[in-house]
């Protein structure tokens, strides 16, 4: 990118040049080129307070931080420089207790015999950004065999956790067939689990389990500590199909996925489009790499490239960038959620497989969801019922949506 080079974002408001400099400063190590755009940005008239709470909920924080501290110091209004420097050690804080909390996690559930391995968090701060205070997460994500999740959950529970949610027998039930996590909470609030078997739910047909992941490991420090850590070839899978499920509205996972290609040299392109092709993911993974490239200048081999100029995977593209900063109506910075069905309607784009399409429109329809446990409180007895109501619920919804794209009401997404 050279200097007079602007990036084009979806950014809406204040100004392009807000985006642009978020753009610019999500990445670890800055080129000169880059270097010297931030350096033209910061002499712009820049809304610092919509800067900063955009740099917090794209969770780039520490990033922003990091190059404005060092680049142009001085340039920054002393007030907002204060606000920065403190989130920033606040981040570094919480992120220093996560870790210490994970690594104790992970020693638990190894002495009970319980096959672990974290996801995100921790690990992939301290493996790709090489600096655990730089990324900002919030909770601490593992992955197990379907088979250990309910032992792994009693363990937890007794050891000062507690659900997340109340659900029934038949409700934990349907969530251990149809979904993909489930969520404990400390006793004090300030620590979010998530126990992870697979890593998409059913009705995203993307059969990457914990069964199969934990078939090729390796290994990382954390703290000193070594953990096990998914190979980077998965690892970029999981963060692709994670992302494309939310639309790629956060410029965090993005940058994940720019610092995974960076961190890893020697990846193993022809197996990692294997693997993408064979669980019919290739779409979205090209989807990933296409906006890390982009956006954040990711580089990627030739061959990649051309695969991701497709038109399928050029159109989602721009339709996240144009998400990305999109205004919410409750709110001055945020990111506009499609309904239901719009984003259907992009995750079908996503997927290259007819078969997979169907399966994903037959699923979504007749498939329970937690909206659907709240609308309608059911006694166990009565549950399956819910597979009779979920037809009719979306069935009620359709019309009303074909209303309002009518009317241009509905984000065309």
């Known amino acids: 990118m050279s200097e007079g080079t602007r990036i084009e974002t979806g950014l809406r408001r204040p100004s392009d040049a807000e985006g642009e400099l978020l753009l610019c400063c999500a ?8 270097t010297n755009r931030i350096l033209t940005l910061i002499r712009e008239e820049l809304d610092w307070d919509y800067l900063l709470e955009a740099a917090s909920l794209h ?10 501290a060092a680049l142009a110091e001085e340039a920054i209004p002393p007030a907002i420089l204060a606000r920065l420097r403190n989130d920033y050690q606040t981040n570094a804080r919480r992120n220093l207790t996560l870790s210490v909390d ?10 009970h015999e319980i096959p672990v391995v974290p996801l995100k968090g921790p690990v ?8 655990l205070s730089l990324r900002q997460f919030g909770d601490l994500d593992v992955l197990l065999h379907e088979r250990d999740v309910a032992r792994a959950k009693d363990l937890l529970i007794s050891h000062g956790y507690r659900p997340a949610f109340e659900m029934t027998p038949a409700q934990e039930s349907a969530t251990l067939r149809h979904h993909c996590e489930y969520l404990l909470v400390s ?8 126990l992870h078997w697979r890593i998409i739910p059913t009705w995203f047909p993307f059969p ?6 934990m078939t090729r490991l390796g ?3 954390l703290g000193g500590t070594t953990v096990p850590t998914v190979q980077p070839e998965d690892l970029l899978l999981i963060l692709c199909v994670h992302s494309t499920k939310h639309l790629w509205t956060k410029l965090s996972w993005i940058c994940d996925v720019a610092e995974v290609v960076r961190a890893n040299e020697d990846l193993d392109w022809e197996l990692l489009m294997s693997r993408a092709r064979e669980l019919g993911g290739e779409r979205m993974l090209l989807l990933g790499l296409c906006l890390a490239r982009d956006l954040l200048g990711a580089p990627l081999p030739e061959e990649i490239r051309r695969r991701a100029e497709i038109e399928q995977v050029r159109t989602l593209a721009a339709q996240s960038q144009q998400l990305l900063f999109r205004d919410r109506p409750e709110g ?31 699923r979504f329809a007749t498939t329970p969801m937690e909206e659907d446990w709240d609308n309608l409180k059911l006694p166990d007895p009565l549950f399956p019922l819910y597979y009779i109501l979920r037809p009719m619920r979306v069935g009620r919804w359709f019309p009303r949506w074909v209303w309002q794209r009518l009317r241009g009401t509905t984000p065309a997404v």
């Not at 670890?28 to 080129?33: E, V």
């Not at 969770?59 to 404005?68: D, F, K, S, T």
């Open 124 to 131: 992939l701060a301290a493996s790709v950004y090489g600096d």
């Open 219 to 221: 290994e990382t420090s």
């Open 332 to 362: 001055p910075v945020g990111y506009g959620w499609p309904g239901y069905f719009e984003r259907s309607r992009y995750y079908i784009r996503a997927m290259e497989r007819l078969r997979d399409k169907a399966r994903y429109c037959l």
């Open 102 to 111: 994970l690594i104790r996690l992970l020693r638990l559930l190894k002495a």
């Open 59 to 68: 969770g780039i924080m520490p990033l922003l931080h990091r190059h404005l």
């Open 187 to 194: 006793d004090n609030g300030n620590v979010i689990v998530e």
């Open 27 to 34: 990445r670890t190590n800055l080129d000169d080129d880059t």
């Open 208 to 213: 990457l389990s914990g069964d199969h992941l």
